[in-house]
């Protein structure tokens, strides 16, 4: 018995176009499903408290941001704003003539801790600050009207 007879029937019984769409019909359905499971998922509104790690960037960098200052996301604002930032020198990892390994502030670099506050939606395991997902270790970008900045989330409080 051939795979695909002379007719284009699967082993003589179903025409492959039919079965393609019958197939296609199947994962459609699947999907729209998964679609309408995922969208039921609760989100939740709660005021979150992120601290994001700017290491290593220069002090007129670290100046432009500014307590009070509201972030953004794509061209709009958002209700977040900067509650503190701590600028502090930056440390980096260097060895001496004889081996030994050393850790020693930078002459210029700042490692910035920028505090933010706000409204964060929860859905189910994440949250979202506009299009930005907060998990302590995952990079975070603070955005301001002057600045924008790379940094890494360190601490999160959810009241």
């Given at each position: 018995?051939?795979?695909?007879?002379?007719?284009?029937?699967?082993?003589?019984?179903?025409?492959?176009?039919?079965?393609?769409?019958?197939?296609?019909?199947?994962?459609?359905?699947?999907?729209?499903?998964?679609?309408?499971?995922?969208?039921?998922?609760?989100?939740?509104?709660?005021?979150?408290?992120v601290t994001v790690r700017i290491p290593f960037i220069y002090p007129e960098e670290a100046d432009s941001l500014?307590?009070?200052?509201?972030?953004?996301?794509g061209s709009d604002f958002i209700p977040f704003y900067i509650e503190d930032v701590i600028i502090k020198p930056?440390?980096?990892?260097?060895?001496?003539?004889?081996?030994?390994?050393?850790?020693?502030?930078?002459?210029?670099?700042?490692?910035?801790?920028?505090?933010?506050?706000?409204?964060?939606?929860?859905?189910?395991?994440?949250?979202?600050?506009?299009?930005?997902?907060?998990?302590?270790?995952?990079?975070?970008?603070?955005?301001?009207?002057?600045?924008?900045?790379?940094?890494?989330?360190?601490?999160?409080?959810?009241?």
């Open positions: 018995m051939k795979l695909i007879d002379e007719k284009g029937r699967l082993f003589g019984t179903i025409n492959i176009i039919d079965l393609l769409i019958i197939i296609l019909v199947v994962l459609l359905a699947i999907g729209f499903s998964y679609k309408i499971k995922t969208k039921n998922t609760a989100s939740i509104v709660k005021e979150v408290t500014k307590k009070g200052d509201q972030l953004v996301s930056a440390a980096y990892l260097t060895t001496t003539s004889d081996g030994r390994a050393l850790l020693v502030e930078h002459p210029l670099r700042k490692d910035v801790f920028v505090t933010i506050k706000g409204k964060a939606t929860i859905v189910g395991a994440s949250i979202k600050i506009a299009n930005q997902e907060a998990k302590i270790g995952k990079e975070f970008y603070i955005k301001t009207l002057k600045t924008e900045l790379k940094g890494f989330v360190s601490g999160i409080d959810i009241k």
